[in-house]
């Protein structure tokens, strides 16, 4: 049981942070992730994806629906974060002492965690655990 309640905390975690990120993005609109994308010289299409990595996919999280997918979505949502903001160069310090993809790194890694840990007891999954 302690097991599926840290398998719960995980994807609150990572689910309720990751919203606040794409409520941002439904209120403000996504001109920046745009021009990001297109600078990176893919179509400005592309930049929508953020819908259903930073809204779509933590509510799945919350939920605990189809975890497996969500943390997928999450996961390529932090690569293109990371390759977009930092144009790749990934080892870099930031002016405090931090990583420079710190945040991005830990909601990769956590949605990486929870790829591999499933939904755990506390879900809407059909199947429990997964």
């Given amino acids: 049981m302690f097991e599926d309640i840290g398998k719960l905390v995980l994807r609150l975690n990572v689910g309720i942070l990751m ?3 794409g409520i941002t993005k439904a209120v403000n ?3 920046g992730v745009e021009a990001m994308i ?3 010289g893919m179509p400005a ?3 929508y994806g953020v ?7 933590p509510i799945m999280l919350i939920l605990g629906f189809r975890v497996k997918l969500a943390s997928i979505l ?3 949502t932090m690569l293109m ?3 977009a903001v930092t144009s790749g160069n990934i080892f870099a310090i930031n002016q405090t002492g931090g990583w420079v993809i710190e945040l991005q790194g830990l909601y990769l890694f956590g949605a990486l965690a929870i790829f591999f840990l ?10 429990k655990g997964n």
């Fill in 19 to 21: 919203l606040f990120h």
């Fill in 81 to 83: 974060a990371i390759f």
């Fill in 118 to 127: 499933g939904s755990g007891r506390f879900s809407f999954d059909l199947k």
């Fill in 74 to 76: 999450v996961i390529l």
């Fill in 45 to 47: 299409f592309v930049a």
């Fill in 29 to 31: 609109g996504i001109g």
């Fill in 51 to 57: 819908y259903l990595g930073e809204i779509l996919a």
């Fill in 38 to 40: 297109t600078g990176m």
